[in-house]
Nanobody, 122 residues
Framework: QVQLVESGGGLVQAGDSLRLSCAASGRTFNMAWFRQAPGKEREFVAVIRGSDGRFDYADSVKGRFTISRDNAKNTVNLQMSSLKPEDTAVYYC??????????????????WGQGTQVTVSS
């Protein structure tokens, strides 16, 4: 059983930057970020593969968000820049998707963090 703990959420203004971190209690493979806004389904944000650092992003965040990981520390970070009000959501860290091909699907992940709120004001 792996525990995931997110940190770094908060209230910022449009155009600001914010960095989220997720610490895992054990070794993980694919680590990802999802987000869920009120009344909406949980959606994929970014993922990074532990074996080779391969990554992928949702189209809505490409060019603004950067995912990185430190395998030695079992951590994954999400650097968010040029934030928009539509980025407002609870952000969740997830780990260990079944296959890379299903990396954007929430049901593919075994472990989840408790979530951290990100609010972007206009």
């Amino acid at each position: 059983q792996v525990q995931l703990v997110e940190s770094g959420g908060g209230l910022v203004q449009a155009g600001d930057s914010l960095r989220l971190s997720c610490a895992a209690s054990g070794r993980t493979f694919n680590m990802a970020w999802f987000r869920q806004a009120p009344g909406k389904e949980r959606e994929f944000v970014a993922v990074i593969r532990g074996s080779d650092g391969r990554f992928d992003y949702a189209d809505s965040v490409k060019g603004r968000f950067t995912i990185s990981r430190d395998n030695a520390k079992n951590t994954v970070n999400l650097q968010m820049s040029s934030l928009k009000p539509e980025d407002t959501a609870v952000y969740y860290c997830a780990a260990d998707s079944a296959t890379w091909g299903r990396r954007t699907l929430p049901a593919s992940y075994i472990y989840w963090g408790q979530g951290t709120q990100v609010t972007v004001s206009s």
